[in-house]
């Protein structure tokens, strides 16, 4: 069956669960009225069911290639690129000023899911260029908004972000990269990096690396990092792409999974560079690019596991084994059917906390609300980390469920863990995004976190008298999650890192529990939504429970465990 983008699902979703109306009745997004917000998404899903999803498999299976210095794109992945930027998807969400449409990034995140269900490996290109975009336009002097941004929102020029070094991954701080003052407004970088996405391509004019180096003056750690645009070919005096910057592609990485992106080794040997941001201020200024990718990469793990459910949906409709309970085929079997009816609950969970934080990020642009800002703040570290599981768990339980045929690449149902798996681990692993939301995202005590609570505590309240079975095993466990929150911010940081992965994951499900019973209200109990509801909240809500356990632990028992007893 071939891939149908969920653009109804984020219809039901901005209209009944995360308050889209809300964005939508601010000044900021005056124009996201409903009519157009439903084009939008009918418009991108139509291009991505046609254009993107047919690209999935040439990525896979011929995978981007460097030819004498130069990437060349898998088949077809040109035109793919093409339909992208020619449709304003690339600078949906950018400012109008530089020819960007100035939509919510609400909307931007449901279509790059759509982009990403259709075509993963393709779709992380105009996801770094959104992000970099975004980098740009708060952080960036005129001279560089004027020359780059309208190429970058049109996909004339496509961006990329450049981090990561061989003793730099999870540590940024420890980056060696150089960067030295020419003393005529340039600077001269000189490092190496390692796994840059879509670090080149052959279609587009120009691509734009923002690069973390340090100054000569900038100190040990992240507090001496500094961000550079250092561009592949350097804009001559009208602008267009002159001579090559002295920086190349090494070598391209050989992955597991997502072939048709190019993940490259880059050398930069004095390559001409232009400070964006303030000197040594170059954390502050990759961490608006962050935020955004982040949020950005959880929906791709979001994206997967819609298009392998689909895949798997489709194979159980066809395949018949057994004498099952119902009908012909193994659908009708207990536990293929409960694997299905999981995967599409949890779909449904990660879309929403993704919308809900997507919602809150513009709540945040239109009014500059702190409440706003500490929801989207919270809620970002979940989105990746939960929407990218949920995009490994699917993908693997969408092999379990077409059995030994999972398990051969030509049924397509490996590419996609194979494709998701690295979601976990790039733009912070995940590990690291619970370490996030349990430090940093808890320095207010907790403040963020029990808002949040609050609100669905009211909420389930409110269902109590219509739909007890549903409300009150989600009040429950949110009261265990604020029990969770009280005991987590009154810990030492390293007690809290032990139970980070759990704390994360039981907020998710908390979150689940809300969100599905907000869609059983507005669909009805007796509805696909309602019953969905039911599944969700009896057989997956409950894992909240020894997921608190889990995160209270502490940290002993970890350090009592020695290092030679893990070798013994
Ligand atoms: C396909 C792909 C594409 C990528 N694209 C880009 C890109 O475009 N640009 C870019 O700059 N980078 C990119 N990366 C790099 C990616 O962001 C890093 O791989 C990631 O940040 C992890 O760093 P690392 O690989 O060095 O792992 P490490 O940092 O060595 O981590 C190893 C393990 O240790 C854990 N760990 C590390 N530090 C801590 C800590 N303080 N506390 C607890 N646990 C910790 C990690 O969670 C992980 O489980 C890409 C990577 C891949 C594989």
């Given at each position: 069956m071939p891939?149908r983008a969920p653009?109804a699902d984020?219809?039901f979703?901005?209209?009944h669960?995360?308050g889209f109306d809300?964005?939508?009745?601010?000044?900021?997004?005056a124009?996201a009225?409903?009519?157009?917000?439903s084009?939008?998404?009918?418009?991108?899903a139509?291009?991505?069911?046609?254009?993107?999803?047919p690209l999935?498999?040439n990525g896979?299976l011929?995978?981007?290639k460097l030819?004498?210095?130069?990437?060349?794109?898998s088949?077809?992945?040109?035109?793919g690129?093409?339909?992208?930027a020619e449709g304003?998807?690339?600078g949906?969400a950018?400012?109008?000023?530089?020819?960007g449409?100035?939509?919510?990034?609400s909307i931007?995140?449901?279509v790059n899911e759509m982009?990403?269900?259709?075509?993963?490996a393709?779709?992380l290109?105009?996801?770094m260029?959104q992000?970099q975009i975004e980098?740009l336009e708060?952080?960036?002097?005129?001279a560089?908004k004027?020359?780059y941004?309208?190429k970058?929102?049109?996909?004339?020029?496509c961006?990329?972000?450049n981090l990561t070094?061989p003793?730099?991954g999870?540590?940024?701080?420890?980056l060696?990269?150089k960067a030295e003052?020419?003393?005529?407004g340039?600077?001269?970088?000189s490092?190496?990096k390692?796994?840059?996405?879509?670090?080149?391509?052959?279609?587009s004019?120009n691509?734009?690396h923002?690069?973390?180096?340090r100054?000569?003056?900038g100190?040990?750690?992240?507090?001496?990092?500094?961000?550079?645009?250092?561009?592949?070919l350097?804009p001559?005096?009208?602008?267009?792409?002159?001579?090559a910057?002295?920086?190349k592609?090494v070598?391209?990485?050989?992955k597991?999974?997502?072939h048709g992106s190019?993940?490259a080794?880059?050398?930069?040997?004095g390559?001409?560079?232009?400070?964006?941001g303030k000197?040594?201020?170059?954390?502050a200024?990759?961490f608006?690019?962050?935020?955004?990718?982040?949020v950005?990469?959880?929906?791709q793990?979001?994206?997967?596991?819609e298009?392998?459910y689909?895949?798997?949906l489709?194979?159980a409709q066809e395949?018949?084994?057994g004498?099952?309970?119902?009908g012909?085929?193994i659908?009708?079997h207990a536990?293929?059917r409960r694997?299905l009816?999981?995967m599409?609950a949890?779909?449904?969970v990660?879309r929403?906390?993704?919308?809900?934080c997507?919602?809150?990020?513009d709540?945040?642009t239109?009014?500059?609300?702190?409440?706003w800002?500490?929801r989207?703040?919270l809620?970002?570290?979940?989105?990746?980390?939960?929407?990218?599981?949920?995009?490994?768990e699917?993908a693997?339980?969408?092999?379990?469920?077409?059995?030994g045929?999972g398990?051969i690449?030509?049924?397509?149902?490996?590419?996609?863990l194979r494709?998701?798996?690295?979601t976990?681990?790039?733009?912070?692993?995940?590990g690291?995004q619970?370490m996030?939301?349990v430090?940093?995202?808890?320095m207010?005590?907790g403040?963020?976190?029990?808002?949040?609570?609050?609100?669905?505590?009211a909420?389930a309240?409110s269902c109590?008298a219509?739909m007890p079975e549903?409300?009150?095993?989600?009040?429950?466990?949110?009261?265990t999650?604020?029990?969770?929150t009280?005991w987590?911010v009154?810990?030492e940081?390293?007690d809290?890192f032990?139970?980070a992965?759990?704390?994360?994951?039981?907020?998710?499900?908390?979150?689940?529990?809300?969100?599905?019973?907000?869609?059983?209200?507005a669909?009805g109990l007796d509805?696909?939504?309602?019953?969905l509801?039911?599944?969700?909240i009896q057989?997956?809500?409950?894992?909240?429970?020894?997921?608190?356990?889990q995160?209270?632990q502490?940290a002993d028992?970890?350090?009592?465990?020695s290092e030679?007893?893990?070798v013994?």
């Amino acid at each position: 069956m071939p891939y149908r983008a969920p653009a109804a699902d984020y219809q039901f979703l901005l209209d009944h669960i995360v308050g889209f109306d809300e964005v939508a009745a601010t000044e900021r997004f005056a124009e996201a009225t409903p009519d157009m917000v439903s084009a939008i998404l009918d418009e991108a899903a139509k291009m991505s069911n046609e254009v993107l999803a047919p690209l999935n498999r040439n990525g896979d299976l011929h995978p981007a290639k460097l030819e004498n210095g130069v990437v060349r794109t898998s088949p077809g992945f040109a035109d793919g690129y093409k339909a992208i930027a020619e449709g304003g998807w690339i600078g949906m969400a950018a400012s109008p000023e530089y020819g960007g449409m100035g939509l919510p990034f609400s909307i931007q995140n449901a279509v790059n899911e759509m982009m990403g269900g259709s075509c993963l490996a393709l779709q992380l290109n105009p996801l770094m260029s959104q992000g970099q975009i975004e980098a740009l336009e708060h952080h960036a002097s005129d001279a560089i908004k004027d020359l780059y941004l309208p190429k970058l929102i049109s996909g004339e020029w496509c961006g990329t972000m450049n981090l990561t070094e061989p003793q730099a991954g999870s540590d940024v701080g420890a980056l060696k990269s150089k960067a030295e003052d020419n003393g005529d407004g340039t600077y001269a970088i000189s490092g190496q990096k390692i796994y840059i996405s879509w670090a080149d391509n052959d279609f587009s004019e120009n691509v734009c690396h923002l690069v973390l180096a340090r100054l000569p003056d900038g100190v040990p750690g992240t507090k001496g990092i500094s961000l550079f645009m250092v561009p592949k070919l350097i804009p001559d005096e009208n602008g267009k792409p002159g001579v090559a910057n002295s920086l190349k592609v090494v070598s391209l990485e050989h992955k597991m999974g997502l072939h048709g992106s190019p993940t490259a080794v880059m050398q930069y040997d004095g390559a001409t560079g232009w400070l964006v941001g303030k000197p040594h201020g170059g954390m502050a200024a990759m961490f608006t690019m962050m935020n955004n990718a982040r949020v950005g990469v959880g929906g791709q793990g979001i994206a997967v596991a819609e298009a392998a459910y689909q895949h798997a949906l489709a194979y159980a409709q066809e395949r018949k084994q057994g004498k099952a309970a119902e009908g012909e085929t193994i659908l009708g079997h207990a536990d293929v059917r409960r694997m299905l009816a999981q995967m599409k609950a949890d779909v449904f969970v990660a879309r929403a906390i993704a919308a809900a934080c997507a919602a809150a990020i513009d709540m945040q642009t239109a009014t500059g609300a702190p409440e706003w800002t500490a929801r989207a703040a919270l809620l970002t570290p979940i989105a990746k980390a939960f929407g990218t599981d949920t995009g490994i768990e699917v993908a693997q339980q969408g092999i379990q469920v077409h059995g030994g045929m999972g398990f051969i690449e030509e049924t397509g149902a490996a590419q996609y863990l194979r494709d998701v798996r690295v979601t976990a681990i790039y733009e912070g692993t995940n590990g690291i995004q619970a370490m996030d939301l349990v430090a940093r995202k808890m320095m207010d005590g907790g403040e963020a976190a029990y808002a949040l609570i609050d609100e669905i505590e009211a909420y389930a309240e409110s269902c109590k008298a219509t739909m007890p079975e549903l409300a009150g095993p989600v009040f429950t466990a949110a009261e265990t999650l604020r029990e969770t929150t009280e005991w987590l911010v009154e810990q030492e940081m390293n007690d809290r890192f032990a139970g980070a992965v759990s704390y994360l994951r039981m907020f998710a499900r908390v979150l689940g529990g809300y969100y599905h019973l907000c869609a059983a209200n507005a669909a009805g109990l007796d509805s696909a939504r309602g019953r969905l509801a039911t599944i969700y909240i009896q057989r997956l809500l409950p894992e909240h429970g020894s997921l608190a356990d889990q995160a209270r632990q502490g940290a002993d028992d970890l350090y009592a465990l020695s290092e030679e007893d893990l070798v013994a």
